[in-house]
């Protein structure tokens, strides 16, 4: 609850220009390639309020998940709107093969809906005590290449795996909490505690983790989205206003930051080497590039 207070308590209304002001300049391999928002009370035109996380479809277009107005916007991928549909408290937001799903906080369900925002499947409730079939804070979702699903639990400590149809497979990942992206035959997750990233088999088998709490280049304080495309894993270092590239074995790669960043909350790719963050407290969507031969500046 506390998130949707703050996100409304820094709202304000009216439309920012579509496609951005000037663009960052390259920032050690992840450049900005433009940055809007469009916001407004629920039930306007163009609405985000308390933006949370983000992905893209095949055709490029951008989903948002609005927290704090329970819709989920699409967009094209320079902002323009496109339309909205309604989610149950919409947290976590993955797209893919004609589907959405949103991991839905206040309802403890996993939702599924058509792109067009028709409500296909939901399953879950919510259980302290860990039933396979529920949950008590469901936060971050993706789907793999096999159209398995996986949903971080932020109090229990765990991701489950479902199959496309939403059976429950397996749990796994003690201390998982936030940000889950499963992509190349691995399952990269956010471990707020530790302040890592732990990398798991799509079975579940812990294979690693890179990372830490710190203030250095592949450190965190608050890792939270977490998205894998190409070679690269991006995580937002939320406290730290930052995103970082990793290559797919954790070795750090490059990070951009920018004045405007308050609270980095989601984070999605393309299949165009791009990455979408979203930032909670100013409903930003930025977009960068990502040249992978580039390396650190610092």
Not at 194 to 206: C, H, L, M, N, P
Request: proline share 3%; net charge negative; with cysteine.
């Amino acid at each position: 609850m506390w998130a949707i207070v703050a996100a409304v308590a820094v709202l304000a209304f009216g439309a920012v220009a579509v496609g951005g002001g000037a663009a960052a300049a390259p920032t050690c391999g992840l450049s900005q390639l433009g940055q809007w928002d469009q916001w407004g009370e629920p039930g306007f035109e163009q609405p985000i309020v308390g933006a949370i996380d983000v992905d893209v479809d095949i055709r490029g277009n951008v989903y948002v998940s609005a927290e704090a107005d329970w819709m989920i916007h699409v967009f094209t991928r320079e902002g323009s709107y496109i339309r909205s549909f309604d989610a149950d408290s919409p947290h976590g937001l993955a797209v893919d093969r004609g589907r959405v799903y949103n991991a839905s906080w206040g309802t403890q369900k996993v939702q599924v809906f058509s792109t067009a925002g028709d409500l296909l499947l939901e399953w879950g409730d919510w259980d302290e005590d860990g039933s396979p079939m529920s949950f008590v804070l469901p936060l971050f979702i993706d789907v793999d290449v096999r159209g398995f699903i996986y949903v971080t639990d932020a109090i229990l400590g765990q991701v489950r795996m479902f199959t496309p149809d939403g059976e429950w497979v397996r749990t796994f990942g003690a201390g998982a909490s936030n940000g889950v992206a499963a992509h190349a035959g691995k399952v990269y997750v956010a471990n707020a505690e530790a302040q890592r990233i732990d990398v798991f088999t799509t079975s579940g088998v812990f294979l690693t983790s890179f990372g830490g709490p710190g203030d250095g280049d592949g450190e965190f304080s608050d890792p939270r989205g977490v998205a894998a495309g190409g070679g690269s894993v991006y995580v937002t270092d939320t406290d730290q206003r930052r995103v970082q590239a990793f290559s797919l074995n954790g070795t750090y790669r490059s990070q951009a930051t920018d004045s405007d960043f308050l609270r980095l909350d989601g984070a999605g790719t393309d299949g165009r080497g791009n990455v979408y963050i979203t930032d909670q407290f100013t409903n930003l969507v930025t977009w960068f590039g990502d040249t992978p031969g580039r390396r650190s500046c610092s």
